[in-house]
T-cell receptor, first 113, second 112 residues
Framework: AQSVTQPDIHITVSEGASLELRCNYS??????LFWYVQSPGQGLQLLLK??????LVQGIKGFEAEFKRSQSSFNLRKPSVHWSDAAEYFC???????????FGAGTTVTVRA | DAGVIQSPRHEVTEMGQEVTLRCKPISGHNSLFWYRQTMMRGLELLIYFNNNVPIDDSGMPEDRFSAKMPNASFSTLKIQPSEPRDSAVYFC??????????FGPGTRLTVT
């Protein structure tokens, strides 16, 4: 079975600073990997996904993620954080694009002025 | 498109009462998922349907929970009888084969 670990429960970052959120997955084959963002009181929105090909994936809102098979990681990055990026971020894994998602516990991002 | 619609947005009920959560997926989508989100357990998949047929209900906690999808545009998640530990935010998501999941805004359920 697949699983996801997000080691950081909470991260605080200054506006304009860079952000990196860690995600480690466990799955025997090539996984399908996703990053979702959840703003307070809202549903989840897909930021980006990786299925195959280029291991550096660009997403919406200026986010990118890099798939590293050797480290079983799929870390999310943003070069310059905006106050509107304060939210909870979830990494998820599936065995295919049409299979059920397994989510990590989430990382809450606080942005300070 | 209106997106995935869930109702009610908030539900407060007493222990032992029946609760029905509703979901209208995005028109044309052929897969539907029910998730539960709690502080203790995070986001858990309860059940999902493909073409109105339940595919995997292994996440349904117990017999008190049931889900139906009578047609492509409507699904319900029912809890009978409800218990305080069922308090959570319940999300519905829908997708097309080969596409991403689109989440609804969620229903916040409080069982007192």
């Amino acid at each position: 079975a697949q699983s996801v670990t997000q080691p950081d429960i909470h991260i605080t970052v200054s506006e304009g600073a860079s952000l990196e959120l860690r995600c480690n997955y466990s799955y025997g084959a090539t996984p399908y990997l996703f990053w979702y963002v959840q703003s307070p009181g809202q549903g989840l929105q897909l930021l980006l996904k990786y299925f195959s090909g280029d291991t550096l994936v660009q997403g919406i809102k200026g986010f990118e993620a890099e798939f590293k098979r050797s480290q079983s990681s799929f870390n999310l990055r943003k070069p310059s954080v905006h106050w509107s990026d304060a939210a909870e971020y979830f990494c998820a894994v599936a065995r295919s694009n049409d299979y059920k998602l397994s989510f990590g516990a989430g990382t809450t991002v606080t942005v300070r002025a | 498109d209106a997106g995935v619609i869930q109702s009610p947005r908030h539900e407060v009920t007493e222990m032992g009462q029946e609760v029905t959560l509703r979901c209208k997926p995005i028109s044309g989508h052929n897969s539907l998922f029910w998730y539960r989100q709690t502080m203790m357990r995070g986001l858990e998949l309860l059940i999902y349907f493909n073409n109105n047929v339940p595919i995997d209900d292994s996440g349904m906690p117990e017999d008190r929970f049931s889900a139906k999808m009578p047609n492509a545009s409507f699904s319900t998640l029912k809890i009978q009888p409800s218990e305080p530990r069922d308090s959570a935010v319940y999300f519905c998501a829908s997708k097309l084969i080969g596409d991403e999941q689109y989440f609804g805004p969620g229903t916040r359920l409080t069982v007192t």
